[in-house]
T-cell receptor
Framework: LAKTTQPISMDSYEGQEVNITCSHN???????ITWYQQFPSQGPRFIIQ???TKVTNEVASLFIPADRKSSTLSLPRVSLSDTAVYYC???????????FGTGTRLQVFP | NAGVTQTPKFQVLKTGQSMTLQCAQD?????MSWYRQDPGMGLRLIHY???????DQGEVPNGYNVSRSTTEDFPLRLLSAAPSQTSVYFC?????????????FGPGTRLTVT
């Protein structure tokens, strides 16, 4: 399983775009990149998943460069309710168990 | 469609006691897993199962047993509770096959061992 590295914490203000970068230098050919969000006292919630280039859904965008050694989760115009911990995971969905790292704690201020 | 359910929501045990945390899902997911989350920390995988009758160890399996007799249920047994097992326990399930890592989590069980 590829190890991931992400910042421990980030601060932002409402209305700003937030970009959280995850490093995964040892990503394998069959690995996908997945991001989860966790609010206090709740289980994690799937946000987005991608393999290469760019993926966008109603919540976020995921940018993956050609070498796939890193990825960036982009949250457009954050609000107070986006305050949460964000986890980056890398693995092969067909064979791998899901291993969570320490995550990035995002604090959004008014 | 209830998703992933866990019981109990809260539990206090004395050191040495045993108990079973229940987890059930009604989405016909073959893949199920158990995590623990200590205060201020990330989730750590305890055990997982890729289908009925098949289980495997995760990162921190010691002190826990699992079995998977049906697709719907995946109970976690604490054999002899220790204070170090005080944590929040999350159960999760995932769609079978495919290329998705989208896992659905239950609400968690908050366990305190005194």
């Amino acid at each position: 399983l590829a190890k991931t590295t992400q910042p421990i914490s980030m601060d932002s203000y409402e209305g700003q775009e937030v970009n959280i970068t995850c490093s995964h230098n040892n990503i394998a050919t069959n690995d996908y990149i997945t991001w989860y969000q966790q609010f206090p006292s709740q289980g994690p919630r799937f946000i987005i998943q991608g393999y290469k280039t760019k993926v966008t859904n109603e919540v976020a965008s995921l940018f993956i460069p050609a070498d796939r050694k890193s990825s960036t989760l982009s949250l457009p115009r954050v609000s107070l309710s986006d305050t949460a911990v964000y986890y980056c995971l890398v693995g092969d969905p067909l064979t791998d168990k899901l291993i969570f790292g320490t995550g990035t704690r995002l604090q959004v201020f008014p | 469609n209830a998703g992933v359910t866990q019981t109990p929501k809260f539990q206090v045990l004395k050191t040495g006691q045993s108990m079973t945390l229940q987890c059930a899902q009604d989405m016909n997911h073959e893949y199920m897993s158990w995590y623990r989350q200590d205060p201020g920390m990330g989730l750590r995988l305890i055990h997982y199962s890729v289908g009925a009758g098949i289980t495997d160890q995760g990162e921190v399996p010691n002190g826990y047993n699992v079995s998977r007799s049906t697709t719907e249920d995946f109970p976690l047994r604490l054999l002899s509770a220790a204070p170090s097992q005080t944590s929040v326990y999350f159960c999760a399930s995932r769609r079978p096959g495919g290329s998705s890592y989208e896992q659905y989590f239950g609400p968690g069980t908050r366990l305190t061992v005194t």
